[in-house]
């Protein structure tokens, strides 16, 4: 008899990532899952050489799939048609029966691609009876969490209706069991961990020190740029330049969505400092990198620019996506000082760039909105044509002190939004602006025609105390979107403040904590409305958020990431957070995922060691977030990445983590029992219907007003969307019954005449 594989496979779609657990009565393995590769058995998982083996168990009385899903598989095992497989089935839990006696072993697919794992315990059977091994490298035990591989299990909890029991995880000789205490063995016990990806992370670097700067990811690979000075920087065979030139050398790398293979990388530079700033990716998988040089040779081909014009200049770069030839590249720049920091790329692979300029013969446009430069360094937006053999348009943006732009970013309709820092009091802003002017350095947004022509809206964001001069920095800008919300458009900006009457509305911290926060502020479109804004940071001397982006679609979300020099961080412990304590060492990376309007955390997590570590970028893609820096640190954590080891003074890193995107700080959002028009808390008398934005353990309690428990009852973990939970009909009169989904309890009157 041959085993059954049960493989899961995440799939992405408008609505995030959605877990699919797929049947196959074959012993091959039918499909992968990114980044999991999990392969579930009857009795074990398998994931990249980490094998879970449950120990003694029965062979299941039987297997049954849960929950079908609306997608279909088909799948080729070998040539001929006996092995075609079509339009298979996908489900989102499995439950295998009677593994111990009396005990069931449930696996539940998550939207985030994460996997649950719980046991049904019935009345009288012995808990202690489950046990499991863990094989594979770097394997770790830290208190109540197992990390081993990729995988990591958590979370050990158990239930018994709304009640949490106490629990141990015990290691004997390398077998794990349970250890439950002062449960009711008369009624049903759930055990219900969590088996997380740890996705991956890596160190890149030689011998010198090494910067990750920026990071954008594809549907099968991550692609980075950072700055290097070290000579035997591992760039690969055929690589477009495998010679450092000098200095601070660009490295642009290309590596696997694991993290466990550079795939390619190559060194991009001239005999004099280079820097990055941002990378991308256009439609025909070119790599484009921006950012500012001082090399006179810089490599230039079909330039709209092709010569070196003054002490620093912008560049933009086109490379294959092979990183083994230079398409296109161009020089950005007059005869001072120029300083690209940012680029986003179009739908029609259009290049959108922004930046500062001392340059009064900057190249704009002759109908660019501002063709003058203002003086002391002034702001530029420039538009490039794909292959950068031509500007498109190009305009300052600047008053009579010093201005710089420090993101941009598209609207919905073409339009370019910039954000940046001013001096000038006389910069323009629109006559309905949100912020007129305080005076001291503020932040500044503005938003314009998609040709630089027009300057629809701007805006000051800053103290609201003109005798205050301290510094409100915009770092970045995003355009969030979210349709099936009825949210039209929203300006997400973020940076850092020593403002401590900053306009905040609505956010989760409305409180300065240090000498200087991190801030993220929602404004409308138009500039002349602040939605939302809020603090971020802890009780050390310079906290600051860099990147703001869009999150998941699955609900309005964003991602927040930072750098951090020192804990007293707001965070909830119970969102999973990989790391929610500070490490100490001077800075530490870290991110936040929060609603929209900024007023709840969905999760939150700190990444850093014992010494320097400084995030420069984050990426979010479905559930998972991708996050650049560099380090100094050499027990960084590392995970399954191409280099475990720092290599020299200090290296650039990659770290990929997943959060799910439940709320369980919105419980009532969670929950939508059958209302009525007079008693909208009335519940049916068998039956409760809740909507699940996520897989968890939901469990029924109910207490009647003399305060006698009727009933306890464990419905273990369910997978997200709708359920009718079937319950024992509860007595007559006024009763409590309280609903638990994950952590998180909810008590309504159940009314019965």
């Not at 230039?300 to 620093?312: E, I, K, Y």
């Not at 008053?399 to 009091?425: A, C, H, K, Q, R």
């Not at 906290?543 to 999150?551: I, L, N, P, Q, T």
């Not at 927040?560 to 020099?565: I, L, R």
Request: aromatic share 12%; hydrophobic share 40%; charged share 20%.
């Amino acid at each position: 008899m041959r085993h059954m594989i049960l493989t899961l496979l995440v799939v992405t779609s408008l609505n995030g990532i959605q877990s699919h657990f797929i049947p196959s009565s074959r012993g091959d393995i039918v499909a992968f899952s990114f980044p999991g590769n999990v392969t579930i058995r009857n009795h074990s998982i398998q994931s990249r050489g980490v094998f879970i083996r449950w120990i003694d168990e029965n062979a299941p009385d039987r297997i049954t799939f849960k929950y079908p899903l609306k997608a279909n598989f088909s799948f080729f095992i070998r040539r001929d048609s006996m092995g075609w497989a079509n339009s298979v089935s996908s489900y989102a839990q499995i439950v295998f029966h009677e593994v111990y006696p009396g005990v069931h072993r449930v696996i539940t697919a998550k939207r985030s691609g994460k996997i649950s794992i719980s046991w049904i315990v019935e009345p009288g059977a012995d808990p202690g009876s489950i046990k499991f091994s863990i094989d594979g490298s770097g394997f770790q035990v830290n208190g109540d969490t197992i990390k081993v591989g990729n995988l990591e299990i958590t979370n050990f909890k158990a239930y018994q209706g709304v009640t949490e029991i106490p629990l141990k995880l015990v290691q004997d000789d390398g077998i794990f069991r349970f250890a439950v205490m002062n449960y009711d063995p008369n009624e049903v016990l759930v055990i219900d961990p969590d088996l997380t990806m740890l996705y991956a992370s890596t160190f890149i670097g030689e011998g010198g020190f090494e910067n990750v700067e920026d990071v954008v990811v594809s549907e099968r690979y991550i692609y980075i740029v950072g700055t290097t000075d070290s000579s035997d920087f591992p760039v690969t065979q055929g690589a477009y330049d495998r010679s450092h030139n000098g200095q601070e050398d660009i490295f642009v790398a290309k590596l696997t969505r694991e993290l466990d293979t550079l795939v390619a990388a190559t060194f991009l530079g001239g005999s004099s400092p280079d820097y990055p700033s941002a990378i991308g990716v256009n439609s025909l998988g070119q790599i484009v990198v921006a950012g500012v040089t001082a090399s006179m040779d810089f490599p230039v081909q079909s330039a709209a620019l092709p010569f070196f014009s003054g002490v620093s200049d912008g560049f933009v770069t086109i490379l294959s996506s092979d990183l083994q030839s230079l398409v296109a590249s161009t020089f950005l720049g007059g005869s001072q000082g120029d300083n690209l920091t940012d680029m986003e790329i179009g739908p029609d692979d259009t290049i959108y760039v922004c930046g500062t300029t001392y340059s009064s013969d900057f190249p704009v446009s002759t109908n660019g909105y501002q063709r003058s430069y203002g003086g002391n360094g002034d702001g530029f937006v420039t538009v490039l044509e794909p292959d950068v053999s031509n500007i498109v348009a190009s305009t300052y943006i600047g008053g009579t002190s010093t201005d710089e732009l420090n993101g941009v970013t598209l609207g919905e309709t073409d339009d370019i939004y910039v954000v940046g820092t001013t001096f000038s009091t006389d910069i323009p802003v629109s006559a309905n602006a949100f912020d007129r002017n305080n005076g001291g350095q503020e932040a500044y947004i503005a938003n314009f025609s998609g040709d630089l022509q027009t300057l629809y809206d701007a805006t000051y964001y800053g103290s609201i105390n003109t005798s205050e001069v301290r510094p409100t920095v915009a770092l970045d800008v995003d355009y969030i979107q979210f349709p099936a919300f009825n949210i039209s458009g929203k300006v997400l900006v973020g940076g850092y403040t020593s403002v401590p009457n900053l306009p905040i509305i609505n956010g989760f911290d409305d409180i300065m904590n240090g000498d200087q926060d991190g801030f993220v502020a929602i404004f409308e479109p138009a500039l002349d409305s602040l939605v939302a804004s809020t603090f971020i940071g802890g009780y050390g001397y310079m906290d600051e958020v860099v990147k703001v982006k869009r999150g998941n679609t699955i609900f309005p979300e964003i991602v927040v990431a930072g750098n951090a020099d020192s804990g007293g961080f707001w965070g909830p412990q119970n969102i999973i957070p990989y790391d929610p304590t500070y490490s100490g060492g001077g800075r530490d990376a870290f991110v936040y995922k929060l609603t929209w309007d900024l007023d709840t955390i969905l999760g939150f997590s700190f990444y850093g060691a014992d010494d320097y570590d400084e995030l420069n970028s984050v990426f979010s893609k479905d559930s998972t977030i991708y996050l650049v820096g560099n380090s100094s640190s050499s027990r960084l954590p590392m995970n399954n990445g191409f280099d475990q080891q720092m290599n020299g003074s200090g290296d650039g890193f990659v770290a990929v983590l997943n959060q799910d995107t439940a709320n369980p700080s919105r419980l009532e959002e969670r929950i939508k029992p059958p209302v009525s028009a007079i008693a909208p808390h009335w519940i049916y008398p068998d039956k409760i219907v809740l909507e699940i934005p996520s897989a968890d353990y939901v469990g029924v309690t109910v207490i009647g007003v003399d305060g006698r428990k009727y009933l306890e009852k464990s419905f273990g973990v369910l997978p997200e969307g709708p359920h009718t939970l079937t319950i024992p009909e509860i007595k007559s009169g006024l009763n409590l019954m309280i609903i638990r989904i994950g952590d998180e309890s909810f008590t309504l009157k159940a009314v019965k005449f």
